[in-house]
């Protein structure tokens, strides 16, 4: 398999058939008729159109200014290429891909058409983002949907001729949503006024579809104050005829878009709603329910967000090997004398950045890709075995979510340092990647909140840990497993992480006892990543699990000339000699930051919550 210059899809086929075993998902019934090929089939068309479409109309979007609005029309222009890399995607039958065939989709498993979608993120953040949230809306209409609702939007949903976003935030209600101010109106035909400002609405308006279907967060008139008080309504762009044809605009106007750090051609927009009294909204839901039923969206787009990461730097980390192979600079550290300029992969500082990136994309790929399959199998499995799924699901969203836009963020920096100065420059396409990703980790709920997420809905408050439970046992069977197989110290380097994090746990059990909660809120987000470093360091050993006897059977050996060897004229003795050097760095030398990120949370918030608003005299000054 040729290499792209945004993934290694040998490196995807590892994870979902060596290692998840993602074909066997046609055992269910509910998946019945597919099977390996067709996911290969899949798998390869996306690839192609990301490639061949996405990627160059996605550079060019960034490089031409992104999506324009215009203040005549107040309507928004997306970048031709991007136009018709989606008219491709969407012939492709991409749009629908996971959707029910009821509704006119494929009804592929989510584990691939996350896998596919890691193609898509990799090609352009802002051309994903446009499909993600047009499937993310449509699944709440099929799943909260009235059966009018989802006769009139669905099937069009679905087959990618209408758009969907999703609209909570407004100028005084960010990271706290329940602060909002959109008002619902009861009419007496049942539908509702709804009037208020949206801002920040990705995709909010755009030329890709006839129509744009947006689920709104809004309070009923005397509903009460904060997230309980909040309900949930499709607002749609164009009001729809009884024959399913496309009526009249909606008072709902594009007041403006957002110029912004990256991702340029995705239109990130002010929405006016009810202007001339005239917005209408069909209640999705019962009154009162808004956050619940958003919370389904809001957890989609979590981890598409993770995969946007993913994708990110995946592609920031294929683009540094590539150029990194093919400069030339400096002597061989390792040939006393011979003055001859060498490839930069030749410098162990040029080796560490290298290795690293693509341990902490590898990680992220298998994990992101065990949260998907973790989603299917709580929809497949019956009883415990759902439970369990579902509750593996929940925990790896946040992990997902942070831990990988964190990461996307650091791994592009590390890309434009393989560079050199041309990282910096913009005909190199690393730049716009570091660009482009840093939004991941602020929009869909700031890392900072998926830390507190993480830390008291998930972990301390939750009875009896039941998600932790989960993830743990998984760790342990990995463990188990792999004893034997792989090499000692891997495996005790795991259980040792798992066992000092149980410790880590437990104290935090013990200040959330005492009622120290401000202690705790301050150490959240290094939570996060010593959890996020233990389940990275998991996905390593399992990997290596797997890669260890498939090099042997091809090298005779693993490590040493033989594997080396070996690694130098066969492919894909070189795929798994690579996957178990990954895994012997992650599990000796990256794993030490653990200890850093434990120990920081051992020292407690204290100096943290001693700050207070007047010390920082710089800004009384201003
Ligand atoms: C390009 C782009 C696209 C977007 N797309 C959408 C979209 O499609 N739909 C939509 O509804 N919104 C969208 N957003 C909005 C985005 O979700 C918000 O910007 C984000 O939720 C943060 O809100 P805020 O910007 O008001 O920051 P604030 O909420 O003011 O947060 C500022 C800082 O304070 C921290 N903070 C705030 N509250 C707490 C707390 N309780 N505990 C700890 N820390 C806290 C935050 O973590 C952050 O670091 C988008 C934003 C951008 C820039």
């Known amino acids: 398999m040729a290499l792209n210059p945004l993934l290694d899809s040998r490196d995807l086929r590892f994870a979902l058939f060596e290692v998840l075993d993602a074909d066997k998902l ?11 090929d067709m996911f290969e089939a899949t798998l390869e068309l996306a690839e192609q159109i990301a490639v061949e479409q996405v990627y160059p109309a996605n550079k060019e979007a960034d490089h031409s200014g992104g999506a324009k609005y215009d203040p005549e029309t107040k309507t928004v222009q997306v970048p031709e290429g991007l136009r018709k890399a989606m008219d491709v995607y969407r012939e492709a039958g991409f749009s629908g891909l996971s959707n029910a065939p009821e509704y006119g989709g494929a009804g592929m498993p989510e584990t691939i058409y996350r896998a596919v979608m890691e193609y898509f993120c990799a090609a352009g953040v802002a051309f994903s983002s446009y499909d993600t949230l047009k499937v993310g809306a449509c699944n709440l209409i099929i799943h909260h949907g009235t059966d009018e609702l989802k006769k009139t939007y669905v099937e069009k949903m679905v087959s990618g001729k209408w758009g969907g976003t999703m609209c909570l935030t407004e100028p005084s209600a960010g990271s706290d949503v329940g602060a909002l101010k959109t008002k619902a109106v009861k009419q007496p035909d049942g539908t509702y006024k709804i009037t208020g400002q949206k801002i920040f609405i990705t995709a909010g308006d755009n030329d890709l579809y006839e129509n744009i279907i947006h689920p709104v967060l809004a309070r009923i008139e005397g509903d009460p104050p904060g997230t309980p008080g909040i309900s949930i309504f499709i607002v749609p762009k164009y009001l729809v005829n009884p024959d399913g044809s496309i009526g009249k605009r909606n008072d709902i106007i594009t007041s403006g878009i957002e110029h912004k750090m990256g991702i340029k051609g995705s239109a990130t927009c002010s929405l006016s709603l009810g202007e001339n009294d005239q917005c209408v909204g069909y209640l999705l839901g019962q009154e009162r329910q808004g956050m619940r039923i958003m919370f389904q969206m809001m957890n989609e787009a979590r981890l598409d967000v993770a995969q946007q990461s993913l994708g990110t730097a995946s592609s920031a980390y294929m683009h540094a090997v590539t150029y990194a192979k093919n400069r030339l600079q400096g002597a061989d550290p390792g040939k006393k004398g011979d003055f001859t300029s060498v490839p930069i992969t030749r410098h162990p500082d040029v080796k560490r950045m290298l290795i690293w990136m693509k341990a902490q994309v590898e990680a992220m790929r298998l994990l992101t890709l065990l949260a998907a399959q973790s989603a299917d199998l709580a929809q497949v499995e019956q009883g415990d075995k759902a439970k369990e799924a579902q509750g593996l699901l929940d925990f790896l969203i946040p992990l997902c979510k942070a831990g990988n836009s964190d990461l996307a963020w650091l791994v592009t920096s590390e890309a434009m340092q393989v560079y050199g100065g041309y990282g910096y420059c913009s005909e190199y396409p690393v730049e716009q990647l570091a660009r482009d990703c840093k939004i991941l980790a602020i929009y869909e709920g700031t890392n900072g909140i998926q830390s507190l997420t993480l830390a008291m809905r998930l972990l301390l408050m939750n009875p009896g840990m039941f998600n932790y439970h989960v993830f743990r046992g998984r760790i342990a069977e990995v463990c188990e497993k792999a004893k034997g197989v792989v090499d000692d110290a891997s495996v005790a380097a795991v259980q040792d992480a798992v066992n000092k994090m149980d410790a880590t746990v437990q104290k935090l059990v013990g200040l959330k006892d005492q009622g120290k909660m401000l202690d705790i809120l301050a150490v959240a987000t290094p939570l996060l990543h010593a959890v996020r470093m233990t389940a990275h360091a998991w996905m390593h050993l399992w990997s290596m699990s797997v890669a260890v006897p498939k090099l042997k059977a091809i090298a005779g050996d693993i490590d040493g000339e033989k594997a080396a060897a070996a690694a130098k004229d066969n492919a894909e003795a070189a795929y798994y000699y690579g996957k178990i050097l990954s895994g012997k760095f992650y ?25 207070f608003e007047d010390i920082f005299t710089g800004a009384l000054l201003q």
């Open 587 to 611: 599990l000796t030398n990256e794993i030490k930051h653990l200890d850093g990120y434990l120990a920081y949370i051992d020292a407690g918030g204290a100096t943290v919550n001693d700050v």
């Open 26 to 36: 046609s055992q269910y019934e509910k998946f019945a008729d597919f099977d390996r």
